[in-house]
Structure formats: C-alpha cells, structure tokens
C-alpha cells in the first residue's frame, strides 16, 4: 500500500495525486450517477477511468469490479441486451453495441479501441443500405479473454474461454478457447 503511495508521488508529486484523486472521484460518483439514472444494472465497485457513455437503461448489464477507461461507448438497442462480467476491464474508447445480444465474460481484458457491433446494415440491392433493416447475429465473449487493442469483433463471434486475439485483428468467425489468433481475418496462429 506504502510502496503503491511511493509511486503514485513519485509519478505524479503531492499536488498532482491530490488534483487526480478529485478528479477521479468526480468522475465516479458523475458516472455512478448517470448510471442510475439511465437505471443501468450495475454491480458493486466499478472503477471508471474517466467519463463514459452508456444507453438502454436495464438491458445493460454490469458485473462487480468492472474497469472502465475514459470514452468508452455501450448501446443496447430497444431489443439489444448487454453483459459484461465480474473483474473485466472495457479499455479506453472501446464501442460495445447490440442491437440483439453482447456478452463479455467475468476476467477479461478488451484493450482501448475495440469495436463490438452484433449486426451488419442490410445491403440488399435496389434501396438505400441506410433504411434497410440490420442483420443480427450475437457476440459472446466468454472468460478470461484478452483483446488486444484497435480489433472488431463482428456479429455472431463467439471467443472462447482464455482465447488471445492480437493487435488490430477483425474477428469473422469463432475462435476457439485457449488460441492465439491474429490478423484480418483473425486466424489461430497457435495454443497457449
Ligand atoms: C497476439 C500476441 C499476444 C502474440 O504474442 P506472441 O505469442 O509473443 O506472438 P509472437 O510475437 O511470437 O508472434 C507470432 C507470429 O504472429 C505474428 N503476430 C503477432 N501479433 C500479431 C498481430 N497483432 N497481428 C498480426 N500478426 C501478428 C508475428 O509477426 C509472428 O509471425 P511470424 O511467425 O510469421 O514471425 C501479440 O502479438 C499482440 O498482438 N499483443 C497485443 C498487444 C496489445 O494490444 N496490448 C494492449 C494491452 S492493453
């Protein structure tokens, strides 16, 4: 506890850890605050990096000592349902958006500028792909994964358990538990 003092002074000097505890104390009762007004249900000690932004009120669903950096995005649709697990950690600007289901497991880590969006625009021809309807398909994340920054996952993944994707990877098809997956398209490079 001393030592984590020690850095967090030797980081940022006397005056600055204080400014930063205010802040970071104004941040989480702001977001707190905003997340039960949009009556969001939340678990306890979740720990917000900065302000985020969350829309569809009980259809989003977060678990105890969730992380959030600053900027991230989550929007669950008037039929869309959101969880995010126990411990996990939602990097900064990372989009989480269900217009059906998306599931993050308990124990992951997403890293910032993640996109995870469970639906295409409709692409038919003859009308414009901006009035067709989407096509759905649910993500599911399960536990322990890790998502290395700037990927998008895209509708009708599932990741599995322990699974690893790297670096700006776009992730088309299920991957399964305890790989390593890289690449656009994501593809298991090897096992953990
Ligand atoms: C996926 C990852 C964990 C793999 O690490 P590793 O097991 O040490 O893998 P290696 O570095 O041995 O790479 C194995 C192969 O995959 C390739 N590779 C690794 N990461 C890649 C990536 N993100 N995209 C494309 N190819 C990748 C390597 O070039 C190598 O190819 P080669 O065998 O042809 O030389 C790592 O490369 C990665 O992307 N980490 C994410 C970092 C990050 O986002 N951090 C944010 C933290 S919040």
């Known amino acids: 506890m001393f030592k984590k ?3 967090l ?20 009762i702001f977001n707190y605050f905003i997340l039960f007004l949009k009556g969001v249900d939340f678990g306890k000690n979740i720990k917000f990096e900065g ?5 569809g009120g009980k259809r989003v669903h977060i678990g105890n000592n969730a992380h959030f950096g600053a900027g991230v995005i989550i929007s669950a649709g008037p039929d869309g349902e959101i969880f995010i697990g126990d411990d996990t950690y939602i990097g900064t600007h990372t989009i989480i ?15 910032p500028f993640n996109y995870m969006i469970d639906s295409n625009h409709g ?7 901006r009035l067709q309807d989407y ?23 599932k990741i599995g358990e ?29 096992k953990r």
Request: net charge positive; hydrophobic share 55%.
């Open 5 to 7: 003092f020690k850095s």
């Open 9 to 28: 002074v030797w980081q940022h000097g006397f005056i600055g850890l204080l400014l930063l505890s205010i802040y970071q104390f104004w941040w989480k």
């Open 51 to 55: 302000l985020i932004n969350i829309s």
């Open 97 to 111: 958006i269900a217009n059906k289901y998306v599931k993050i497991g308990n124990n992951c880590l997403i890293s």
């Open 123 to 129: 692409i038919a021809l003859g009308k414009l792909i």
């Open 135 to 157: 096509d759905v398909d649910p993500i599911v994340i399960e536990s322990d994964v890790w998502i290395g920054v700037g990927c998008a996952v895209l509708k009708g993944v």
């Open 162 to 190: 322990g699974a690893v994707i790297g670096a700006r990877a776009v992730v088309t098809k299920d991957i399964p538990p305890y790989t390593i997956a890289v690449g656009v398209p994501a593809k298991v490079i090897k």
